[in-house]
């Protein structure tokens, strides 16, 4: 199910969302001008590589090279393709409004990289000694997306639906859409874990526990951040 767009309202201009998107967009553009050896050190350098991240947090060998628990933020704002890009942002700019509108600009900011640090962070523990870099805006998203789950889990999201052969759109209550979205994330996480369990190098592709630690800490925070105050009438839950 690919989302389309959502029929919730805002009282307000999304401003970080709006900088959130550019500065993604921006840095994506960066990465496709660098030629591909550039490219790809870049990528080493500022993406997540668990056992990298594990040991600038302390928390592994000293002797891993160039050990730093920097891209557990830098990594959020690079995209391994235009494909990841393109479905990211537009994501983000469905759910994104909606998020920033309840809690007001700065702890928008807030909330999005705190999902962020902690799908990054759920995915390191996971994959202990991967030296597969992790890149992409997912996890933080995945965040908005747990918020906006419980927020308004009966708005009506337009779908895009694949019937066998064929394509349909379909007006879905957002708890069907983002709880069919968590629980493909859950289950494919699962079944990766267990395909790379003996695994010493770790798996690469999607990764799906930062998809699940990123919507979990959407859900928890924003059960405990305040509602943005020129919005405590509009909002219950």
């Avoid at 992409?136 to 308004?152: D, E, K, N, P, R």
Wanted: net charge positive; charged share 10%; hydrophobic share 55%.
């Amino acid at each position: 199910m690919i989302p389309i767009k959502d029929d919730t309202p805002t009282y307000s201009t999304p401003y970080i969302n709006y900088v959130l998107i550019a500065l993604n967009t921006l840095v994506f553009l960066f990465e496709v001008s660098l030629n591909p050896s550039t490219r790809n050190a870049f990528v080493f350098q500022f993406g997540v590589e668990p056992i990298r991240v594990l040991a600038g947090l302390g928390l592994a060998n000293a002797h891993v090279p160039n050990p730093s628990a920097l891209p557990l933020f830098t990594s959020m704002f690079l995209h391994a393709s235009w494909l990841h890009l393109i479905g990211n942002m537009w994501v983000l700019w469905i759910f994104g409004d909606n998020i920033e509108d309840y809690l007001g600009h700065f702890s928008y900011l807030v909330f999005y990289l705190v999902s962020g640090l902690a799908a990054s962070l759920l995915h390191v523990a996971l994959n202990a000694n991967s030296t597969v870099p992790s890149v992409g805006a997912s996890g933080a998203i995945a965040g908005v997306m747990g918020a906006y789950f419980l927020l308004f889990p009966a708005a009506r999201v337009l779908t895009l639906v694949p019937l066998i052969i064929f394509f349909t759109f379909v007006w879905l209550p957002a708890w069907i859409v983002l709880g069919y979205w968590f629980v493909l994330q859950f289950l494919s996480g699962a079944a990766t874990a267990i395909a790379y369990s003996s695994s010493t190098r770790g798996g690469g592709g999607i990764a799906f526990w930062a998809h699940v630690g990123g919507f979990v800490a959407g859900v928890v925070m924003i059960k405990l951040l305040p509602k943005r105050m020129r919005q405590r009438s509009r909002y219950s839950y």
